[in-house]
C-alpha cells in the first residue's frame, strides 16, 4: 500500500505566499511523475504543476511566474511553492504521482486527498 499526505493549506491574503508539501509513504520502489492538481467549486479539476524524476517540470500558463514545484527524490516529497497568490487560485490542491512498487510493474497513479487553499482579504 502506498499513500500520498498533503499538508500546507490554508487562508492567505491575496499576494501572499504559501508552501505545499506532500510525501509519499509505503512501500515504494520508485516514483516517477509527481505533481499538483486543484479543483475549484464547481469546476473540473485541472493541472497545476508537474515534475519528472530527473526533474523536468511543466506548468499551468495560470501560474507560470507565480508557482514552483520542487521534489526530494530521498524523501520521496514534493512541493508546490506559491507566491503572488490570487483570488482565483482558491481551490482543493491534490498531489499525484506515479508510484511503483515492485521493480517489474507498472507505475500506480495515486491521489492525496487535497488540502484546501483560499485566497481572500
Known amino acids: 500500500q502506498v499513500q500520498l499526505v498533503e499538508s500546507g493549506g490554508g487562508l492567505v491574503q491575496p499576494g501572499g505566499s504559501l508552501r505545499l508539501s506532500c510525501a509519499a509513504s509505503?512501500?515504494?520502489?520508485?516514483?516517477?511523475?509527481m505533481g499538483w492538481y486543484r479543483q475549484a467549486p464547481g469546476k473540473q479539476r485541472e493541472l497545476v504543476a508537474t515534475?519528472?524524476?530527473?526533474?523536468?517540470?511543466n506548468y499551468a500558463d495560470s501560474v507560470k511566474g507565480r508557482f514552483t514545484i520542487s521534489r526530494d527524490n530521498v524523501n520521496n516529497t514534493v512541493y508546490l511553492q506559491m507566491n503572488s497568490l490570487k483570488p482565483e487560485d482558491t481551490a482543493a490542491y491534490y498531489c499525484n504521482a506515479g508510484i511503483r512498487t515492485m521493480p517489474k510493474r507498472g507505475p500506480l497513479d495515486t491521489w492525496g486527498q487535497g488540502t484546501q487553499v483560499t485566497v481572500s482579504s
Open positions: 509505503g512501500s515504494i520502489f520508485s516514483i516517477s511523475h
Open positions: 515534475i519528472t524524476s530527473d526533474g523536468s517540470t
